[in-house]
């Protein structure tokens, strides 16, 4: 079974709205997460590195005021996509990194975020 | 900084043939290894990985990828492709620090 999970797997939101988005570790903590958006017909690109207790480490040209990154607990990491717009309509994936697990990352199932 | 390359973007091959797709990488060591495939509309489902030993790493579905350091390479194959594996394939690379690093995917066609 899935040892990550996202929630939810599909949402629409109205242009202006806020959509968050879960990544939750099930059978183990991870001090790390990973946030991934993929546009269609497109390979994966990572936009942040969540820490837990601290501030996600966002990639280059990713507006880390419109992405937020909370990672307030060791099994839960959540993306929150602020004043949505069309162009915010992707894939969204989360991953964790199991430090006690050969440091091996699992993959949640992806979110499709469409914003109308 | 590591990079991975997929040279083919697209590929179409007759149900039953044989499959190789390829996959380069650039890092300084030997970084950890994998191949993931994600079918229209969902996540990626690992197929396998490679951490050390055994150069060829055998996978799920039939699949199987040989690790060539000389080269920075590692190649996915099928001996005899099936319709249900018409996907999108990426390939991976992890140097232990930070997230996995994708290939920009080679999309799979099988013709009947």
């Known amino acids: 079974g899935a040892v990550v999970s996202q929630h939810p797997s599909r949402v629409i939101c109205k242009s202006g709205t806020s959509v968050k988005i879960e990544c939750r570790s099930l059978?183990?903590?991870?001090?790390?997460m990973f946030w991934y958006r993929q546009f269609p017909k497109q390979s994966l690109m990572l936009m942040a590195t969540s820490n837990e207790g601290s501030k996600a480490t966002y990639e280059q040209g990713v507006e880390k005021d419109k992405f937020l990154i909370n990672h307030a607990s060791l099994t839960l990491s959540t993306l929150t996509v602020t004043s949505a717009h069309p162009e915010d309509s992707s894939f969204y994936i989360c991953s964790a990194r199991n430090p006690d697990g050969g440091n091996t990352i699992y993959f949640g199932e992806g979110s499709w975020l469409t914003v109308v | 900084a590591q990079s991975v390359t997929q040279p083919d973007i697209h590929i179409t091959v007759s149900e039953g043939a044989s499959l190789e797709l390829r996959c380069n990488y650039s890092y300084g060591a030997t970084p950890y290894l994998f191949w993931y495939v994600q079918s229209p509309g969902q996540g990626l489902q690992l197929l396998l990985k490679y951490f050390s030993g055994d150069t060829l790493v055998q996978g799920i579905k039939g699949f199987e990828a040989e690790f060539k350091r000389s080269q920075s390479s590692f190649n996915l194959r099928k001996p005899s492709v099936h319709w249900s594996d018409a996907a999108e394939y990426f390939c991976?690379?992890?140097?232990?620090?930070?997230?996995?690093?994708f290939g920009s995917g080679t999309r799979l066609q099988v013709q009947p």
């Open positions: 991976a690379v992890d140097t232990g620090r930070r997230a996995l690093t």
């Open positions: 059978d183990f903590q991870a001090t790390t």
